[in-house]
């Protein structure tokens, strides 16, 4: 056999046993690209599916920084005292806060299962003020807050939440300080049910805990919170009512809303509280004084005020308030968007302590003055 037999020979041997191994041999599959989170858009922006189950999370929140300045009243400055002399002096007011949020959300065949938490994290000094003799001010971690921690099925909701008698007729107007005049106590645990109608019409009856020295019942019988609203494009108009099963008093609010214009909502809120047995000898306040919901100085106050949208970054915010004791509150603020989701606001605050402004009662006003003046400068990250 001469070289070129061999070589070709060769060479068809090889292909027989390349073509043999060629039938044998296993593909392998190329791995399919997996999904590590997928998007749920049922309840809102910002859902996703907690893999491997049928409930959509969102987590949110904001970063919060607070400079506060001017007097005590107004809620906005402090005060302390040198640390070398020990004499009494105005300070800051400051706060970091890092607020953590989480909405869940399950359909079920009872309707929507829901969670909502909301937990705070704050630094800063704490403002405390007993007069001109002993003035506390430092920083330190303040600690952490449940703010909210309920379950919803359908209607029905049970859990740490804020009293009804606040939040279902909505609060009052869109300043920092709102509660110059307070308008009810927030911090409660609830056993609610909720109705809607899906015409604008939508009720709640809400059995509550209360909160504090004051607001926590005492016995096994709950505060009791009913509310009806009617809302619209126009606006809305709510009322709520609440009895304070410790004292046995009865608050109520109502409220309207009015979009005035694309630009500019405004609202007006009354309340109105019985008194008889309030004497809150706890906090040395006379008879005519708090529990859980009539939380104004005397029987009657009311709030209003709203918000004016230069542009789709700039808006102002009004809200003035005034109680029968003649307690009188006035914030404004210019609220910023520097970009999406970062906001600087700049408030300005007046308080005018009426009745007990002269006696000292600095645990009903907060003020140590009769007339107190300061400002908060807020940056907040929103996400």
């Known amino acids: 056999m001469n070289i070129k037999g061999l070589l070709l020979g060769s060479a068809a041997a090889l292909t027989a046993v390349s073509g043999a191994r060629a039938a044998d041999a296993v593909t392998v599959a190329e791995p399919e690209p997996a999904e590590y989170v997928k998007i749920c858009d049922v309840y809102g922006s910002g859902y996703f599916y907690i893999p491997g189950t ?15 300045v001017g007097d005590v009243g107004s809620f906005d400055g402090a005060r302390t005292h040198d640390v070398q002399d020990g004499s009494d002096q105005g300070t800051w007011r400051k706060n970091a806060r890092f607020d953590l949020r989480t909405w869940t959300g399950q359909e079920t065949e009872l309707g929507t299962l829901k969670t909502y938490t909301e937990t705070k994290f704050n630094f800063g000094n704490r403002n405390a003020y007993s007069g001109p003799d002993s003035p506390q001010n430092y920083a330190f971690n303040r600690g952490i807050t449940l703010n909210f921690a309920w379950i919803q099925l359908g209607g029905l909701r049970v859990g740490k939440d804020e009293s009804a008698f606040d939040a279902f007729i909505g609060y009052a107007g869109n300043v920092i300080n709102d509660t110059l005049v307070p308008y009810g106590d927030f911090d409660t645990n609830v056993v609610q049910y909720y109705f809607d109608a899906g015409n604008g019409f939508s009720a709640v009856v809400s059995l509550e805990e209360g909160s504090g020295v004051v607001g926590t019942i005492d016995s096994y019988v709950p505060h009791v919170v009913g509310g009806v609203k009617y809302t619209q494009g126009w606006g809305a108009i709510a009322g709520v009512i609440a009895y304070d099963s410790n004292y046995e008093e009865v608050a109520g609010k109502v409220r309207l809303d009015v ?14 509280g019985t008194d008889d047995n309030l004497t809150d000898g706890t906090y040395a306040i006379p008879a005519g004084g708090r529990g859980f919901y009539k939380q104004w100085g005397g029987n009657w106050a009311v709030w209003g ?23 009188l509150g006035i914030a404004a603020n210019v609220a910023y968007d520097i970009v999406p989701g970062l906001t600087i606001t700049a408030e300005v605050d007046y308080l005018h302590a009426g009745k007990f402004g002269d006696a000292g009662f600095s645990n009903w006003t907060n ?17």
């Open 54 to 68: 049928e409930t959509c999370l969102r987590i949110g929140g904001y970063v919060r920084y607070d400079i506060g």
């Open 259 to 272: 979009n005035a214009t694309n630009e500019l909502s405004l609202f007006i809120m009354a309340g109105y």
């Open 305 to 327: 005020g709203g918000t004016y949208k230069f542009n789709e970054k700039t808006s102002f915010n009004l809200q003035a308030s005034y109680d029968e004791w003649k307690n």
């Open 367 to 383: 003020a140590d003055k009769k007339d107190s003046v300061g400002g908060v400068l807020r940056f907040q990250r929103s996400f």
